[in-house]
Nanobody, 118 residues
Framework: QVQLVESGGGLVQPGGSLTLSCAAS????????LDWYRQGPGNEREFVAG???????SYQESVKGRFTISRDYAKNTVHLQMNSLKSEDTAVYYC????????????WGQGTQVTVSS
């Protein structure tokens, strides 16, 4: 069982920055790839960024160069630094633990709202 708790969402102006954090706890959490997904109004949930247990990162094309995912292995925390935010980044952001090929379940956090608006 893995528990994921997101924090750091809020209201920010276009062009601003925000950092999301996800605290992961539970069995073998260090083996998981930790991802951020988002779901905007009227949209399906989409992958934003991910980081593997070996620190490999991947990003959705629309956030490359603006978002940075990082992982604190000692604290089992993953961060998403978001810069140059746009109105289209407005969404509920979810932390996701992906077993990445291992015979384990995946898990979701409860989500945190990010609103980009002037």
């Amino acid at each position: 069982q893995v528990q994921l708790v997101e924090s750091g969402g809020g209201l920010v102006q276009p062009g601003g920055s925000l950092t999301l954090s996800c605290a992961a706890s539970g069995s073998r959490v260090s083996l998981y790839r930790l991802d951020w997904y988002r779901q905007g109004p009227g949209n399906e949930r989409e992958f934003v960024a991910g980081i593997t247990a070996s620190n490999r990162t991947s990003y959705q094309e629309s956030v490359k160069g603006r978002f940075t995912i990082s992982r604190d292995y000692a604290k089992n925390t993953v961060h998403l630094q978001m810069n140059s935010l746009k109105s289209e980044d407005t969404a509920v952001y979810y932390c996701h633990a992906d077993p990445f090929g291992l015979p384990l379940s995946d898990y979701w956090g409860q989500g945190t709202q990010v609103t980009v608006s002037s």
